[in-house]
């Protein structure tokens, strides 16, 4: 007979909202309590959102999210939720600093709070800057059955929290999570899942974060696995999840408190820490010791869902990431340039699919050196999508601005596009849409773009996506709309023209960039990899061009810096991940 049912709450909070977010994890406890629950888990810093960033020095926020645990614990009991384990992940303060924490609330109390002990502090983690570490390692009794809490990075290094849980013994783990999205980790996520569940040698219960903020996007993959690496249950990605299971468990009685300090030796180094770490305090505290009567299992049992295809992974975390922004910034639509190429029409596709057509606002913006064939590509688009479509000209500015100033050359074609990004903007400021902008991350790396111009915007969709990518995103987007039955979005036309900024007569991009399968591979090992001249020139690239290629990615940094922000989905993102100064001597040349 199952022992105890689980559920994994897979929710999208939203930073700073404590009285939102509180209702929303009420509701949803008490339709896991409705369908029997006997413990409810919900992601890292489910009530203050995350990442807080610098709200975690407010110590007017940190007293909310006191308080705010602390009237959500009755609130539970209030609504009926007060005979089941309700593990909400908040932000803390106590004498030793502030906290990341779960805290594990029953019968209308706090009864006891785990504090984060690995503290990230790379990528886009800054949480060394923010928090203390914790060393307690509270261990609830539910129905007879010893739960042990953990917290996202807990998981990611070897040692700490779930070791010690395992040699002091529980019958199951919960960590609760805040895991970002990035391309292809998944495997990854999993294994590591599998793993420690081995560790403490019981069943993990893994739930995470879905949604969005800022730059970050979070796909939730809420997973149960056993400590004999079978998946149990696990819930979709990149939606909302009420995913609950019955867990079959035998009591194991496990009374030691005693957990010898951990060791040192990490796999990834953690500056912060101290040299002689102090042993983990577990504490045991007895909520319910009897097993639960003897009830009817769930039929069917929890779902395993299906792995997504790359191109189904990445455009559906685009999505997420753009509708998010949109939406938890209080925009009712969008608008930009369609100039019939690829990267626009890859990110009108994504702004119907993340907002409906009904918010997307295409302007075409033609200049003198616009081609018919993007002119009318820009018309297909829009009426493939079935969304807002109006052209304005900008002949006539940029003609005022040429003579005006006598421009000629780049500045000339310059003028153009950011005769463009006024037009857009001033839209903007007349009717409340949000621009975006399309450029992508091989235009951005190498600074293929004008400030003030094509760079304006608020939200840049694509600013994580290579620019094959975005050729591969397209092709996929449209395939699926085929097998559906319906209209490709994207023409083809667009997908297939030679890719042109059209500011001056015949213009390609390789007028000034190398082919984009060359360059998107030494960017990828320059800006990924962090790979000196001497390694490119060693996988076999024509030394001339890595020079010059990697002479335009750094000066365009400054370029960079003034982009608006947009959906990470690489392993280093410009912005979070990738920060250099703007100046800089250093380059790499010539061995």
């Given amino acids: 007979m199952p022992q105890l049912r689980i559920a994994l709450a897979q929710v999208n909070a939203r930073v700073g909202d404590i009285t939102g977010n509180s209702s929303m994890i009420v509701e949803r406890a008490k339709e896991a309590v409705e369908q029997g629950a006997h413990v409810v888990a919900f992601p890292e810093m489910a009530l203050a959102g995350y990442p807080v960033e610098d709200l975690a020095l407010r110590k007017s926020f940190a007293a909310a999210n006191r308080s705010g645990i602390e009237s959500l614990a009755e609130r539970l009991r209030e609504e009926g939720c007060g005979d089941s384990l309700v593990i909400v992940g908040h932000l803390d303060h106590e004498d030793e600093g502030i906290r990341n924490a779960a805290s594990l609330l029953y019968g209308g109390e706090v009864v006891d709070t785990y504090h984060k002990h ?58 609760v999570n805040g895991s970002p999205y990035q391309r292809s980790k998944n495997e990854e996520r999993t294994s590591l899942v599998v793993r420690r569940a081995a560790e403490a040698d019981a069943p993990m219960a893994y739930v995470n974060l879905v949604g969005a903020q800022d730059e970050l996007v979070f796909d939730g993959d809420s997973m149960i696995a056993t400590n004999h690496g079978e998946i149990l249950a696990r819930a979709p990605r990149f939606s909302e999840c009420l995913l609950l299971h019955d867990l079959d468990l035998t009591a194991g009685g496990y009374t030691s408190t005693e957990v010898a300090p951990e060791p040192v030796e990490q796999d990834v180094p953690l500056h912060f820490r101290p040299k002689a770490l102090p042993a983990f305090h577990v504490s045991r505290i007895t909520l319910s010791p ?4 003897e009830y009817e299992p769930l039929q069917p049992d929890s779902p395993v869902v299906e792995a997504l295809s790359e191109e189904a992974e990445i455009w559906s975390a685009l999505v997420t990431g753009l509708r998010d922004y949109v939406r938890k910034n209080g925009f009712a639509a969008v608008t930009f340039g369609f100039s019939g190429g690829i990267d626009s029409s890859v990110c009108a596709a994504l702004a119907v699919d993340a907002l409906g057509p009904g918010a997307l606002y295409g302007v075409s913006l033609p200049s003198h050196y616009s081609s018919e064939h993007s002119r009318s590509d820009a018309a297909e688009l829009a009426e493939r999508l079935g969304c807002h479509f109006e052209t304005h000209a900008i002949e006539d500015m940029v003609r005022v601005f040429v003579d005006q100033l006598g421009l000629s050359g780049l500045a000339e074609e310059n003028i153009q596009a950011r005769c463009r990004g ?9 009717h409340g849409r949000l621009v975006l902008a399309p450029g992508n991350k091989t235009e951005l790396a190498v600074g293929y773009s004008t400030l003030y111009g094509d760079a304006v915007g608020g939200f840049a969709p694509i600013k994580d996506v290579p620019k094959t990518l975005v050729w591969r995103l397209a092709r996929w987007r449209n395939d699926e709309a085929e097998k559906r039955g319906a209209t490709p979005p994207i023409p083809e036309g667009s ?25 998107d591979e030494i960017l990828d090992g320059y800006v990924e990899g962090d790979r000196s001249y001497a390694e490119l020139i060693g996988q076999g690239f024509d030394a001339q061009l890595v020079e010059r290629v990697l002479r335009m990615v750094d000066r365009a940094e400054h370029k960079r810096r003034q982009y608006p922000p947009g959906t990470k989905i690489t392993l280093k993102a410009f912005g979070r991940d990738r920060r250099l100064p703007v100046t800089n001597r250093w380059h790499e040349a010539r061995p």
């Fill in 290 to 293: 009897d097993p639960v009567p």
């Fill in 495 to 519: 997908i297939t023209k030679a890719p042109s900024a059209e500011l001056r007569p015949g213009q390609v991009d390789t007028d000034s960039l190398p082919p984009y399968e060359v360059l």
């Fill in 422 to 430: 006024m037009t857009l903007m001033a839209l903007s400021n007349q």
């Fill in 118 to 175: 690995h503290l990230p502090n790379y990528g886009v983690f800054d949480e060394a800057r923010y928090f203390a570490p914790g060393y307690d390692l509270p261990i609830v009794r539910m129905h007879g059955l010893d739960v042990g809490v953990v917290i996202c990075e807990d998981i990611w290094q070897n040692g700490g929290p779930v070791a010690a849980l395992g040699r002091v013994g529980v019958d199951a783990v919960v960590c």
